[in-house]
Every structure is written in C-alpha cells, then in structure tokens.
C-alpha cells in the first residue's frame, strides 16, 4: 500500500475550500445564513486522531523490536490501523478545506463578522489539522524498518507491514 501524499491531501483542501466557500456565497446571496460548524466537530476531530496514533503504538512497536517479541502484531490489526490512517487523513483534510473556505469568505466580508461566528469554524480547521498531521504520523509508524539485507541507509527502503 502507498503512502498517502501530502499532495494530495492538499489537493483535496483545496477543492473543498473552494466548495465552502461558493456554498456561503450562494447561501448569503440567497439572504439565507450561512454555514457555521459547531465547537464540538473540531475537538471530536482532533480526538479521532488522537486515537488513530495510539491504535498505530502496538504496531510500531512490533515493527521496531522485530521478530524477538513472543506475541507478534496481528496482521489484520496492522491493516485496519493504515486504513484508518489513510481515511483520517483524507477525511481531515475534506473537513479542514470546507472549514477554511467558510472561514475565508466570513472574512472577506465587508463586515467585520463577530468572534462568534467565526470561532467555531476556526476550530473545526484546527482539529481537522491535527486529524490530518496525526493520520499521517500514524500511517508513517506502521512502516516497517529495512531487513538486514536490505541497505540501511536509505530510510526510503522500508515498507509498510501490511504489504
């Protein structure tokens, strides 16, 4: 399985930052009100990643200390784990691009929108930011490490332990 490109994810950001933002302006040109994400989508969030790196440990663990371990990582485990990383990120990263296109436009505003209105939606792309960054650490610990055959100095020769 490939690794998750950070190119990508931009990618994605930006394509939802613009669907959010077009969203407010259709809404508010409809004199409708406009979008504003609550408080507790940005905490959940940043709890999902939160756990996403704690479900990533064990197998870190095994992938470090190698085939010395009485009890080996299952390997369905290993698997979940990088698909849940591989999911957060590109979740996080639709969150955080839709929350920033709301952001943007409340700001491009001639009024100047009260702290009320905007903070929560500045929430939501900080836990969408910390989902994304702590996907992608997660995703990177489920790398295994290079055998002893294999060249060492290159960390680029690991692979992840569900290939």
Do not use: W
């Not at 704690?54 to 990088?82: E, K, N, T």
């Not at 929430?123 to 002893?148: F, K, N, S, Y």
């Not at 294999?150 to 020769?157: A, E, I």
């Amino acid at each position: 399985m490939k690794q998750t490109r950070v190119s990508t994810l931009l990618s994605i950001a930006v394509v939802t930052a613009v669907a959010g933002f077009a969203l407010d302006a259709i809404l508010a040109s409809r004199q409708a009100p406009t979008l504003m994400l609550a408080v507790p989508l940005g905490i959940t969030l940043a709890f999902i990643g939160i756990a996403v790196v704690l479900m990533a440990r064990p197998v870190r663990r095994h992938a470090r200390d190698g085939a010395g371990r009485a009890r080996p990582v299952d390997p369905l485990y290993a698997i979940r784990v990088v698909v849940l990383a591989k999911a957060s990120s590109i979740c996080g990263a639709l969150f955080g691009g839709f929350a920033i296109g709301l952001v943007v436009y409340l700001l491009t505003r001639s009024v100047v929108p009260s702290l009320g209105s905007t903070l929560p939606n500045v929430i939501a792309v900080g836990g969408a930011l910390v989902l994304t960054v702590c996907a992608l650490v997660a995703e990177r610990m489920c790398i295994a490490p290079p055998g002893d055959d294999d060249d060492r100095d290159d960390p680029r020769n690991g692979t992840t332990t569900v290939d």
